[in-house]
């Protein structure tokens, strides 16, 4: 008996936090991808080729905090920015984590879990 409910706290903890992060992930992912058209059009250039729009690890994070600024657009627990930045004017990269806590608390399940995730987008101009 006592072993059948270690089983289902466990598979309610693991199914919670399996959705948590997949919420946060998809909070990540729709900020890199505001930060990726973050770009100035005034900098748009043609490069052998290929069009440039160049991104800034400045703007990136601006644009990232000011999307997570956003009311109404998360509802997760103690969201924090880790990092957002573009690792070659091309990308901009978003590192979030968030507080997950499971649904029910005992010996051996955490009160509170930091979980983090990130997200990466492209700039992409035809």
Not at 56 to 83: D, F
Not at 91 to 102: F, K, Q, T, Y
């Amino acid at each position: 008996m006592v072993l059948g409910l270690v089983i289902v706290f466990g598979l309610s903890a693991a199914t919670s936090l399996l959705v948590e992060r997949q919420r946060l992930y998809a909070l990540a992912d729709g900020a890199a991808i505001v930060a990726a058209e973050s770009f100035d059009p005034a900098q748009v250039r043609l490069v052998a080729g290929v069009i440039r729009a160049p991104l800034s690890s400045a703007l990136v994070e601006a644009e990232v905090r000011n999307y997570l600024s956003t009311p109404g657009i998360h509802s997760l627990e103690g969201v924090v920015l880790e990092s957002a930045t573009t690792p070659d004017s091309r990308h901009a990269r978003v590192e979030l984590s968030s507080l997950w806590r499971p649904p029910l608390v005992s010996q051996f399940f955490p009160a509170a879990l930091r979980i983090g995730v990130s997200a990466q987008a492209q700039v992409f101009i035809r």
